[in-house]
């Protein structure tokens, strides 16, 4: 018996997956889902006017689906800004107004 | 407050639409159908499956059966205690075993189940109109009022304008008489729509993840083969020296490519604290995409496989195939040609077994060790020095006796190990040791003279 040389051997995985591509984009897909429903913040806002004596009174409420820091800083942005642009001009600061 | 309808269709993250659980006592059968669907489309249940689908990822930390069955098997002569009860909760192939495939269809069902109703109730809340304003609005957390200059109608208009400019739906009730001096209106608006919008995506990827995955492992096939350096591999089902299929895939046609190795090369780091630790493994040769195509140079390393029509080929191992020639008493060749042995341990100290059917008067089996780089250890054991063929040798026990070849089976390196001539009952075994040094010939009297 003799022991002539050695050759190496490679151990080799044949594999094949159909589909390979859908778990990993699929993925993708569902971190971004993900980051829009956790950054999105629902919202809703009303407006109501009427007409009191001469004036007219309006009113601005606005809730939260989902809890934020300061609710009120952000209403009193929005009052800030119907005010400020409205159509006739600033209101005058005679009375209400309370944020 | 009357605007319960349209509070609940509106993106509300609330998963169960539906009315109130049924009274425990009283439950009918219907009922109890009806409760346990509920309870199993839950988004709760739906996530707490995916807890245990990805639980069962330790569990694919124990080697398992289809990657690697080589490690398996070491695995059990290593933890002999443990290896029962791995056995019997199918640790040993996670992804196939029966609780992994309940877990799965529990969680497709589950996730299936709640996104369909999700999907309708949150079609209709894009169509249907912001919730209705309520009539104390001084009860909302966030409460402004004040006084302006214009009309009814000329604020409301003003006020829409600028939620729409916030990115607000909106939409106007206009007041009894809108526009004269008396009366009132209001304008309801309502945005991030979009947050459910993207949960349903997220919970549809999910499903998508499910879908790919048990696709490419009921269609897809994996298979273990040995290729020496010169010699090749077709992808037929005779060439694997392990095959396993996915339930629907067909084993009987795969794609027709071949592939010659012509160097498999493994690197060894020679110094440092890491001395002995792999460095390179490469394996190079061509590949042949259909009988009758030209073929292609390849280089596979770890992690870089080779693709060949949908088809991918890793390297997942080496070692050595000492080549072996034995003659029988009249100097006739019996036996030539590398013969694959595999590596036990760090140091590539490899096992093996030489068969040698044509061996008379009774067939020949040459069974023991491989040492790339020969050595002794304090108790005058062989060892291997490092995992590179620097001085090879090979430690053989010879048996003679039938080798249990008859049987048609396929010669298997893995599976022969002291099968053969021990286990065969008609005939007594004798062994003898030798040890043969690479271009030093020396006499293994069993083998030459029966």
């Known amino acids: ?3 002539d040389g050695v050759r190496e051997f490679a151990r080799l995985q044949i594999s094949s997956a159909p589909l390979a591509w859908l778990p990993l984009w699929a993925l993708v897909v569902a971190v971004s889902g993900l980051l829009l429903s956790l950054y999105v913040r629902p919202r809703r806002a009303w407006v109501r006017a009427h007409r009191v004596g001469g004036r007219t009174v309006v009113e601005v409420a606005s809730l939260d689906r989902v809890a934020r820091a300061d609710p009120r800083r952000d209403l009193a942005e929005l009052v800030t800004e119907l005010r400020g642009t409205g159509p006739r001009g600033p209101a005058p600061r005679d009375k209400g107004g309370s944020a | 407050m009357t605007d319960t309808a349209t509070t609940t269709t509106a993106g509300s993250p609330a998963p169960d639409p539906e009315g109130p659980t049924p009274r425990a006592p009283a439950l009918t059968r219907r009922e109890l159908a009806r409760w346990a669907w509920r309870q199993l489309t839950s988004m709760r249940t739906a996530l707490l499956l995916l807890a245990l689908a990805l639980g069962a990822l330790p569990g694919s930390l124990v080697p398992q059966e289809g990657v690697d069955s080589l490690a398996v098997a070491r695995f059990r002569v290593a933890h002999p205690d443990l290896a029962p ?3 019997r909760l199918g640790a040993f192939s996670v992804y196939s075993s029966p609780w992994f495939a309940a877990i799965y269809l529990l969680l497709l069902v589950s996730l299936v189940g709640c996104l369909v109703p999700r999907t309708a109730v949150y079609a209709r809340g894009l169509r249907a109109r912001p919730p209705r304003t309520p009539v104390r609005l001084d009860r ?3 409460y402004a009022t004040y006084d302006a200059d214009g009309g009814v109608a000329e604020v409301l208009d003003h006020a829409a304008g600028v939620l729409r400019g916030r990115r607000y739906r909106v939409d106007t009730d206009r007041a009894t008489g809108a526009g004269t001096d008396e009366g009132s209106g209001a304008v309801r608006a309502e945005k991030g729509y979009l947050r459910e919008a993207g949960n349903l995506v997220f919970h549809v990827s999910l499903v998508g993840v499910l879908v790919g995955v048990a696709v490419g492992s009921l269609w897809g096939y994996r ?5 020496v350096e010169g010699s090749g591999f077709s992808n037929t ?15 009987s046609s795969l794609p027709p490519f071949s592939l010659a190795l012509e160097t498999m090369t493994a690197d060894f780091q020679t110094g440092g604290p890491q001395v002995g630790q792999p460095e390179l493994f490469e394996a190079t040769g061509t590949v042949t995409p259909a009988p009758g195509e030209e073929p292609a140079d390849f280089d596979i390393r770890v992690n870089h496989p080779l693709s060949v029509d949908g088809t991918s080929v890793f390297l997942v191992g080496s070692g050595y195939a000492p080549v072996v020639t034995v003659r029988d008493g009249d100097g006739a060749v019996v036996s030539s040609g590398p013969v694959p042995f595999l590596p036990v341990d760090a140091s590539y100290v490899s096992e093996g077994v030489v068969k040698v ?18 050595g002794r ?9 490092f995992p590179e063929a620097v001085d090879p040798a090979l430690s053989l026990f010879v048996w003679q006796g039938d080798l249990g070849l008859d049987g048609a089976r396929r010669s298997r390196s893995t599976a022969w190990t002291r099968t053969g001539c021990r286990s065969s009952p008609t005939t007594t075994a004798s062994r003898r040791g ?3 040094s690479r271009g030093r010939p020396r006499g293994c009297p069993t083998a030459s003279a029966p």
Do not use: H, K
Request: aromatic share 10%; proline share 8%.
């Open chain 2, 140 to 142: 909302m957390p966030a």
């Open chain 2, 223 to 227: 298979g273990n083969a040995i290729v």
């Open chain 2, 377 to 385: 250890d304090a108790d005058g054991l062989p060892v291997s020095a």
């Open chain 1, 1 to 3: 018996m003799t022991f």
């Open chain 2, 237 to 251: 089902l005779t060439q694997y020296d392990e095959f396993t299929a996915g339930a629907l895939a067909d084993g």
């Open chain 2, 357 to 374: 059917p044509d061996a008379r008067p009774q067939q020949l089996g040459l069974e023991g060790f491989f040492l790339p780089t020969a």
């Open chain 2, 85 to 87: 009860w791995l056995d």
């Open chain 2, 434 to 436: 030798c040890c043969c």
